[in-house]
């Protein structure tokens, strides 16, 4: 699909937008510690998206995300089910918003540097330890959480998360006695009814629509809406055609007894008006709660990070640049402390190669802040200097 999704449908009011984008190949952004999450800003017009749309893929290794919107290697091959995948009209439609369906809900909203962000949230424990996407709370430098039962506010603290599962861990301010989600514990299969609730378009309510599942195991690229912020790429995920919008991102995707199988997590659409269709995406619950578990465990290992992040202070261009090169470097920062100047071209850090700005940022997940690590860049005139460098930690999740 090459479309972006258009503006949403009065169905639920239209808000400013926007959460996540889905993307294709290479994306053209800038490194920044400092990106944002959700835009709410009107400068955006929807939930821009690009994804990976071949069912029948042949092989199981993954492969890279490619622009052509043909058949995609790489991804698992699908089941017999998938022909008789459910037509839309037979389930997709609005559905009451029940108690049951706002239990545990949580009304995301927070604050970058350069605008607001909203998202959705579940209750975990009645002491208010909530799961969201990671891309929700992204570069937030202030978090509030409303309970969608009650109205109650909360402010909340990103404990921990993996960006490779879009996994967020918050934890809420003098929080107790919450309802909480229920866990669905049943196999998921295509064809199921779901429903997805949220707070779309970071409207301040919870509504709610049905859908069916369409397939497993899916793979997309995933961007924040900030350009600053590197794309992602996730594995395993549900695809559903029940509708969403930006703001349920981090919302639960309930069976037909209202139980949680998922984390609402992006969508894109063809069409226009009643003849949209749409696809959206869900992290499976049970894959959340494993990031969830060794978060609460402190186990740091892989791609987990608890507490802050680390931040060099540097900008750098575009990933399709195939290397990492300096476009400006923040004063009062480790990078300008060490000698990094625009121009330059960053080759390794802490010993492991970058070439990417994804891959600058997976390496920072890895260093703990204010800790003392060795950085090598080649300057703008070609000499190649090694120096030690202590990144501090980020002012922003």
């Known amino acids: 699909m090459t479309a972006p999704w258009p503006p949403p449908s009065p169905r639920p009011a239209p808000r400013p937008p926007s959460l996540v984008l889905v993307v294709l190949g290479v994306l053209m952004a800038m490194f920044s510690q400092f990106g944002s999450a959700i835009a709410l800003t009107t400068s955006t017009s929807t939930w821009l998206e690009r994804l990976q749309p071949s069912p029948a893929p042949t ?59 909203a998202g959705t949230g579940m209750v975990l424990t009645p002491d208010g330890y909530v799961l969201t996407n990671y891309h929700v709370v992204r570069s937030t430098e202030a978090i509030t959480v409303t309970i969608a039962a009650t109205g109650r506010r909360h402010t909340a603290e990103l404990v921990g998360r993996d960006a490779t599962k ?15 989600v229920t866990i669905d514990s049943d196999p998921v299969r295509i064809g199921d009814i779901v429903v997805a609730a949220g707070n779309a378009n970071g409207q301040g309510y919870v509504s709610a629509h049905r859908g069916n599942i369409l397939e497993l195991d899916r793979q997309i690229n995933v961007k924040g809406a900030n350009v600053n912020d590197p794309p992602q790429r996730l594995r395993g995920l549900i695809e559903t055609n029940a509708p969403a919008w930006p703001g349920d991102s981090g919302g639960p995707m309930y069976d037909a007894e209202s139980e949680v199988l998922g984390m609402t997590t992006a969508g894109s659409s063809t069409g226009d008006g009643e003849t949209e269709d749409k696809q959206v995406y869900a992290v499976p619950i049970r894959e959340a709660l494993d990031v969830v578990d060794r978060i609460r465990a402190g186990d740091e290992s892989g791609t987990v990070v608890i507490g802050p992040k680390a931040y060099l202070g540097v900008i750098v ?73 202590t990144p501090k930690a980020s002012p922003l999740n």
Not at 69 to 85: F, I, N, V, Y
Request: a negative charge; glycine letters at 6%; charged letters at 25%.
């Open 59 to 117: 092989v199981v290794t993954p492969s890279p995300a490619v622009s052509d919107p043909g058949p995609t290697p790489g991804l698992p091959q699908t089941t017999p089910q998938d022909s008789a995948r459910p037509l839309p009209e037979q389930s997709v439609g609005p559905v009451d918003v029940t108690d049951d369906l706002k239990r545990g809900v949580v009304l995301i909203t927070g604050r970058t540097p350069a605008e607001g962000v």
């Open 317 to 389: 261009e575009a990933d399709d640049s195939s290397a990492v090169i300096v476009s400006d470097v923040q004063p009062d920062t480790p990078a300008a402390r060490t000698g990094l100047a625009a121009g330059d071209t960053i080759l390794s850090l802490d010993g492991q190669r970058v070439r990417t700005r994804s891959e600058l940022s997976d390496v920072l997940d890895t260093v703990e802040p204010d800790s003392t690590v060795t950085i090598t860049w080649t300057t703008a005139s070609g000499r190649e200097r090694t120096a030690p460098i």
């Open 166 to 180: 879009d996994v967020a861990l918050l934890k809420l301010d003098r929080a107790s006695n919450l309802d909480v």
